[in-house]
């Protein structure tokens, strides 16, 4: 029985630049793993919804429409999700346009940084990589440490040694182009809450993202009892940047404010993150995602 299955609740397409496979084949891929049910959740992006549905008709999987938003949080990045999202809501739409030309600011701004260290950008290439999307991190990373001319650089050297090596390009976007790091560009982006309000907007349902990486309790609780207040549904307790007792701690943490503690892989596929597997996550029950669904303003439940 589905109830009896496990979810993933946090996947990418290529339709996310760092992304592997497309929106259908990772229907297929969840249902040969024997999932209940996976949320397409593509950076600043929900050109792979229609295709990511449509393949599930056909399926034992039920798909979820979502969204990962990138909002700033002071000099930090941080991501917020989105369950059961219109994709086509007017809000959703004039936040995906300004997000989408933040990212494009930023490649920009990035790739003159990086050359400005001496490391060569093959700009076809990387145009190539990115499948007509802006570049994200892991993307340049990839151009990068592919690139002959960039053998033996120094910032580069840590990346080829394990056990940075293990995923480079994933490591490379926090270790050159993260905010204190040598090419990092600024842009501004929304707010957590204002990222919240937007998926509210399109009938959704907003969750935190991997806040292991980026906040520690219990000194940043406040954090997420102010999105809570703002309409937040939930904090994604379970995935692959949290360890043994971050996981707990936030499911606890999520229960005490009354939130839903969600389940995702954050799965891009192997060549950007060979280390996290689609479903490879804990803690999955189906009973999640009619618990989000539960969470959707009054109006989207009509």
Not at 42 to 61: I, N, Q, T, Y
Not at 204 to 216: E, K, L, S, W, Y
Request: proline content about 7%.
């Amino acid at each position: 029985m589905t109830v009896d299955k496990p979810v993933d609740l946090h996947v990418h397409s290529a339709y996310s630049s760092d992304g592997q496979y497309p929106p259908a084949e990772l229907i297929r891929m969840a249902e040969d793993i024997g999932l209940a049910a996976v949320a397409l959740t593509d950076h600043d992006e929900v050109a792979g919804l229609p295709e990511f549905m449509a393949a599930a008709e056909a399926s034992s999987v039920e798909a979820v429409p979502g969204v990962e938003l990138t909002c700033d949080f002071g000099e930090r990045w941080v991501h917020v999700l989105g369950y059961f999202i219109d994709g086509e809501a007017e809000a959703m739409r004039h936040a995906l346009d300004e997000l989408t030309e933040a990212r494009r600011t930023q490649a920009v701004g990035r790739l003159a940084n990086l050359r400005g260290l001496g490391i060569v950008v093959d700009e076809e290439k990387l145009a190539e990589e990115a499948r007509g999307q802006p570049p994200v991190g892991p993307v340049i990373g990839r151009v990068v440490l592919n690139e002959a001319a960039n053998d033996g650089h120094p910032l580069l050297a840590e990346l080829r040694r394990p056990p940075k090596s293990t995923a480079p390009y994933f490591h490379f976007d926090r270790d050159l182009l993260a905010h204190g790091k040598p090419a990092y560009f600024p842009v501004k982006r929304l707010s957590p809450a204002e990222a919240v309000e937007v998926i509210r907007a399109a009938g959704g349902a907003a969750v935190f993202a991997h806040p292991g990486d980026r906040f520690r309790l219990p000194q940043d609780e406040a954090v997420f009892a102010d999105l809570a207040a703002a309409g937040m549904a939930g904090i994604e307790a379970y995935c692959s940047y949290h360890d043994e007792e971050q996981g707990p701690a936030f499911e606890a943490l999520a229960r005490k404010l009354g939130l839903v503690a969600t389940a995702g892989s954050d799965f891009h596929g192997p060549a950007v993150k060979p280390h996290v597997a689609l479903g490879g996550v804990t803690h999955n029950p189906y009973a999640i995602v009619d618990e989000l669904r539960a969470r959707r303003p009054a109006e989207a439940v009509k």
